[in-house]
């Protein structure tokens, strides 16, 4: 809810949708999911993946789920990654498959210095 308030902030319409016939019914310009790990891109819209869980999230998941998450990350056109131990980590899957990373861009909060 709060990502998207801050992009109703922009003047942009949202909506959450979970359904891919709800996003080609929509048309929007672009989707943001939250959950890469959980679903993989599914329409022909460009998709950006809101690429924050640690790694280590799907290693104590079910073989299968494992699997699935691991081949979902890898589905989006772009990814907003929380750090670069996370930038690290998609470029390397993406390196093991012989492509190039995808654009990523960093999604994380600046915090001033301590005085």
Known sequence: MRIARAIEG????TAILSRSLQVETMDPDGVLCLHPQVTAKLTHH???ACYWN???????ASDTARVHGEAFELTFDAY???GSGLESHLAGLMAELG???PPAC???SARP???
């Open 10 to 13: 922009l003047g942009w319409e």
């Open 46 to 48: 460009p998709w950006l």
């Open 54 to 60: 640690p790694p280590s999230l799907l290693k104590g």
């Open 80 to 82: 907003l990654v929380s």
């Open 99 to 101: 492509r190039d990373p």
């Open 106 to 108: 960093p999604f994380m």
């Open 113 to 115: 210095a301590p005085p």
